[in-house]
């Protein structure tokens, strides 16, 4: 039962691992559909409470 259950917790583990590796590459745009110094405000919210804001500038 215990070999059941740990091995799923491992591999989600190492999946979890992986995504947070400082290796990543950042993203990369050949065309953008705004001009020169906009700006583009997203808002995150969790049960109607702001949890936090992410702003790019063109």
């Known amino acids: 039962m215990l070999k059941k259950f740990l091995l799923p ?3 989600f583990t190492l999946f979890v691992l992986a995504g947070c590796s400082s290796n990543a590459k950042p993203m990369e745009f050949d065309r953008i559909p705004w001009g020169d110094y ?3 405000t997203y808002d995150i919210f969790e049960n109607d409470k ?9």
Not at 50 to 58: H, K, P, Q
């Open 9 to 11: 917790v491992i591999i």
């Open 38 to 40: 906009q700006r583009l």
């Open 50 to 58: 702001l949890v936090g804001t992410a702003e790019f500038t063109i």
